[in-house]
Every structure is written in C-alpha cells, then in structure tokens.
C-alpha cells in the first residue's frame, strides 16, 4: 500500500522552506510499518540521475532540505526517507524516545522498499547513493547484495565503529549482548534515559560546529515533537554492534564491486575515522577524504560544505557546466 501528498505533508520551520516540487509517499510494509518517503523527480531530459539521500540514526526529511536543494542544482532527482523508528515512520516502541531495532534486516526491508516501489519507479538512472552515519551502515550492506544498482557511493563518516565512553568496547559489547540476552534489549542504554533531546544545547552538542545549522535542527523537532528521537536502547546497539562487524569483515568489503567514497570527519566524536581506513583499503574501488568536521559534515560551516561538494561533484561526475542553471521545479504529479 501507498499514500501520496503534496509537500504540505513535511514539517516546515519559518526560514526552511522544503524545496518546491517534493511528494510525500507512505509504504506500508508487511510487517505494518509505515515509512514516509519523500521524492524530487526532475524531468528525464533534464536529470543527470538519481540520488538516494540515506540519513542516520535520530534524523528525518526536513533535516537534509538544504543538501535537497543542493543536489536539485545539481540537476540531480533526490528520494529520501525516515527509518522505521524515527522521524514520522512508525516507532518501534510505545516510548516513542526510544531508538531501537531488533535486527539492522529490518532497515534493509527498509531500504529495499523505497528502491523497488520509490526510486525504480520514478527516479532516472544513474542512481547515486548518499548515506550519514548509520545510513552508511545499511547502503553497504545493499552495495554488497545488490552489487549493480548503484552507480557511485558517498559516505559520510558512516558507523563503522562506534565509540563507547566512558566503557571500553569491549564492556559495551558484553553490556549490549547479556542485556538483550536477558530480556532488557527495550531498555536505554546507560544514561539514555537521561537525554531529552529538547533540551541539547549547541555548546554540548557533539555533531556540528555551525550553530544555525544546530538551531534549525532543534526547531524543527519543537515544530514537531514526533520528529524527535533520543538515546538508543540495549537492543539496538547489540544489533548495530552485529552489522558493523559484518560490514567491517574482510570478505564482505571485498565483494563490494560500487564505487565507494567515504567521507571521514577528523573531529567525529561518535565513530571511530579509522574504522574508515581499514573499510577502504578493501573495498575494490574505495576513494577516502578526511574533513577537518565535526560527525555531521552536511550540516557543517559553509566552508566545510564546500569542501564536502568538492569531492561529492567530481566523484559522481559532475563539473560547474552540469549545474550552472538552476533545474526547473519537479512536478508535483511525479
């Protein structure tokens, strides 16, 4: 099943406005939940492809309007979405704060939706896949079991290795695995229940070092609370500890056969940057960049952001001639 709408159906901040021609669509999967897409088609004549914007853990849509736009300039259609369990798809537990997942399978159902019924059938081809943090996580997994459907990788300091303080990793990793052993794979992780992401401040914040970028953040989930998301549960950090380390394994790099460039952020205080190097050196055609960022790198300074579309641009095969005119609005109908 699936229901559209215009782009009244996003969440809009004074200031923020979703760019113009966006179609909210809702899949329901076989496992009842609700996934809400969003899709910025471009004429065939005038797209130079197809790019899938994956975010991480605790974002949503309205988030990635601004790289939306910038990747419409690019003459580039975008399809995004929200995971089940955070932004407007549904949660996956009653305590709506909660992040949690049994089994990261559960985003490649996700994934794999929005390819079949979204991007297939009504993005143009190349399709070019951008992915944040955990979002990177699962693109690598689509990468290595649908090794042709993408053109060209980006990702951005994508969770190869997650960092633990205060515990070593390796009493976080027994932590996750006997806690969801037990039965407690619902519960917060240690001090989770103590973030009320309402109340993050841009001093503490740990992801970015532009403040408007940070505020409009924090606007747009006080627009709309349900957009919020707060500390991980047991259960979905055993899952995420499982899927990087399948990731992570040397055979599964190996069979990756997509372009790969990995973006690391130099001051990332959420993953390890050299679980990047290790990725990058097995997979056949990896390309790696370091930015002087903090995790978010599109939602950095200016000056960071350029950098970061310095290589993005000429990676997918862009030049300034491909996008010095600004496309046309989608249509809304696509």
């Known amino acids: 099943m699936a229901r559209s709408g215009p782009q009244s159906d996003f969440v809009v901040v004074p200031g923020f406005p979703a ?37 991480g853990r605790t974002e949503f849509i309205e988030k990635y309007f601004e790289v939306v736009g910038e990747l419409l300039a690019r003459r ?8 089940r369990g955070q932004g407007l798809s549904t949660r996956a537990l009653p305590e709506a704060l909660k992040g949690h997942v049994r089994d990261f399978s559960e985003f490649d159902s996700d994934l794999g939706a929005v390819m079949t019924r979204i991007v297939r059938e009504h993005g143009t081809k190349p399709y070019h896949g951008l992915a944040h943090s955990m979002g990177g996580n699962v693109l690598l ?23 633990t303080a205060p515990f070593p990793l390796w009493v976080a990793r027994a932590l996750a695995g006997a806690s969801t052993a037990t039965g407690a794979g619902n ?11 309402f109340k993050t401040v841009f001093e503490t914040n740990g992801v970015t070092s532009d403040v408007a970028r940070f505020e409009r953040w924090l606007s747009c989930i006080k627009s709309e609370p349900k957009l919020a998301l707060g500390a991980p549960t047991f259960g979905w950090l055993e899952a995420a500890f499982r899927s990087m380390e399948l990731v992570a394994s040397e055979e599964f790099a190996q069979a990756i056969e997509t372009p790969v460039l990995l973006i690391g952020a130099a001051h990332d205080q959420l ?13 056949k055609r990896g390309m790696y960049v370091m930015l002087k960022a903090e995790h978010e790198i599109m939602m950095e300074k200016d000056e960071i952001r350029r950098a970061f579309w310095a290589c993005f641009d000429p990676f997918i095969g ?10 046309k609005a989608p249509s809304t109908a696509a």
Do not use: C
Request: without cysteine.
């Open 271 to 283: 993953v390890h940057p050299g679980a990047d190097l290790t990725l990058i050196k097995r997979i």
């Open 76 to 83: 580039l259609s975008v399809v995004t979405f929200d995971w």
């Open 187 to 197: 519960s917060f992780v240690p001090g989770g229940a103590a973030q009320d992401p």
């Open 19 to 55: 760019p113009p021609g966006g179609v909210v669509e809702w899949l329901t999967l076989g496992d009842d939940v609700k996934l809400r897409t969003a899709r910025w088609i471009l004429p065939p004549h005038e797209a130079h492809g197809t790019v899938v914007l994956i975010n």
């Open 141 to 163: 997994r689509y990468l290595h079991d649908f090794p042709h459907e993408f053109e060209r990788a980006v990702l951005t300091a994508p969770m190869l290795a997650v960092k």
């Open 318 to 327: 862009l030049t300034n001639a491909a996008y010095r005119t600004a496309p």
